[in-house]
């Protein structure tokens, strides 16, 4: 298995556009994660879905953010418009919820920029 | 109370020491407590997890170590080498939030050759 894959790996994008970031889960897995990493407040968890169903979104910080799970194999989190303080590391994980010691598997993350 | 609380922020430490980081907790609920590895440009790893009927859980040179009644665990890293150098999150779980983790603020270990 190819692991949870994001893309893409690097953004650069300009204030008040739009980004949209992307997830492949792994094969099997019915658990989805997007985390924001930033040096000051660490990994945040910004959204969590359980069988392509949001079930907590509260750590997404305002409007402009919206997660989609189109399919149960993919996600996407898209900012609009984006701002410079949106610039962070953008991790997707994935699991299966079937124990109390199901591991999380991280994608390697986005690094977005917005300037 | 979903907070988790990791010390120190960074550590600098000799090829052959103990490294050693700490987390705390507030939140009773939690019942897994993993260790996450994040090299430069990677994605967080799961390292090694303790459920809090055990007060230690040993892999390789990688052990935690559990207090339930000090809400408090620690990972050690025994014969630290330097590629052990990366960052270090605690992280903590409860049986209703399913896969969701809370993590510390990581640790960013350096291993000096």
């Known amino acids: 298995d190819a692991g949870v894959i994001q893309s893409p790996r690097h953004e650069v994008t300009e204030m008040g556009q739009e980004v949209t970031l992307r997830c492949k889960l792994i094969s099997g897995h019915n658990s989805l994660f997007w985390y924001r990493q930033t040096m000051m407040r660490g990994l945040e968890l910004l959204i969590y879905?359980?069988?392509?169903?949001?079930?907590?979104d509260s750590g997404m910080p305002e409007d402009r953010f919206s997660a989609k799970m189109p399919n149960a194999s993919f996600s996407t989190l898209k900012i609009q418009p984006s701002e410079p303080r949106d610039s962070a590391v953008y991790f997707c994980a994935s699991s299966r919820t079937v124990s109390l010691n199901t591991e999380a598997f991280f994608g390697q993350g986005t690094r977005l920029t917005v300037v | 109370q979903q907070q988790v609380k990791q010390s120190p922020q960074s550590l600098i430490v000799q090829k052959g020491g103990i490294s050693i980081i700490n987390c705390a907790y507030e939140n009773t609920a939690f019942d897994y407590f993993p260790w996450y590895q994040q090299f430069p440009g990677k994605g967080p790893a799961l390292l090694i997890a303790i459920r809090p009927d055990v007060s230690e859980k040993k892999e390789g040179r990688f052990t935690i170590s559990f207090n339930k009644s000090a809400k408090q665990f620690s990972l050690h890293i025994m014969d630290s080498q330097p590629g052990d150098s990366a960052t270090y999150f605690c992280?903590?779980?409860?049986?209703?939030?399913?896969?969701?983790?809370?993590f510390g603020e990581g640790t960013q270990l350096t291993v000096n050759p």
């Open positions: 879905f359980n069988n392509n169903v949001p079930i907590d």
């Open positions: 992280a903590a779980r409860t049986e209703t939030s399913g896969s969701r983790l809370t």
